[in-house]
Nanobody
Framework: QVQLVESGGGLVQAGGSLRLSCAAS????????MGWFRQAPGNEREFVAA????????YYADSAKGRFTVSRDNAKNTVYLQMNNLKPEDAAVYSC?????????????????WGQGTQVTVSS
C-alpha cells in the first residue's frame, strides 16, 4: 500500500505558474502508474495528466496539453505537475493517484490510491 501527499498548491494570478508535488511513502513509487486529477466545486473529478512507471509515456487532457507537464523522480518517490499559463478555469483541488496495474489512465476507477489533494486558485 502507498500513501500519497500533495503539496504546492496556492493562489496565483492568471498566466502564472505552479508546480505541484506528490510524495509517496509506504512503497516504491516506481511500482505505480501515476495520475493527476482535479475537481472544482460542483464539477465531477476530471483527468489532467498521467505518467508511466518510468516516465517514458505521458498522457494529458486536452485542457492541459501545451501548458502542463507531468514528470516523476522515482529515486525521490515523487511525481510533479508543472502548470504554466494558468487560467481561472484551472482552479480546483488537484489530487494525485496511483494505479498498480495497467488500465485506462484517464479514468479515476483505474487508480487504487489517492492523496488528499491540494487547492489551486487562479485569480483573473
Amino acid at each position: 500500500q502507498v500513501q500519497l501527499v500533495e503539496s504546492g498548491g496556492g493562489l496565483v494570478q492568471a498566466g502564472g505558474s505552479l508546480r505541484l508535488s506528490c510524495a509517496a511513502s509506504g512503497r516504491a513509487l516506481s511500482s505505480y502508474i501515476m495520475g493527476w486529477f482535479r475537481q472544482a466545486p460542483g464539477n465531477e473529478r476530471e483527468f489532467v495528466a498521467a505518467i508511466s512507471w518510468r516516465g517514458g509515456s505521458t498522457y494529458y487532457a486536452d485542457s492541459a496539453k501545451g501548458r502542463f507537464t507531468v514528470s516523476r523522480d522515482n529515486a525521490k518517490n515523487t511525481v510533479y505537475l508543472q502548470m504554466n499559463n494558468l487560467k481561472p478555469e484551472d482552479a480546483a483541488v488537484y489530487s494525485c493517484a496511483a494505479a498498480s496495474s495497467v488500465g485506462t489512465v484517464k479514468y479515476d476507477y483505474a487508480y487504487n490510491y489517492w492523496g488528499q489533494g491540494t487547492q489551486v486558485t487562479v485569480s483573473s
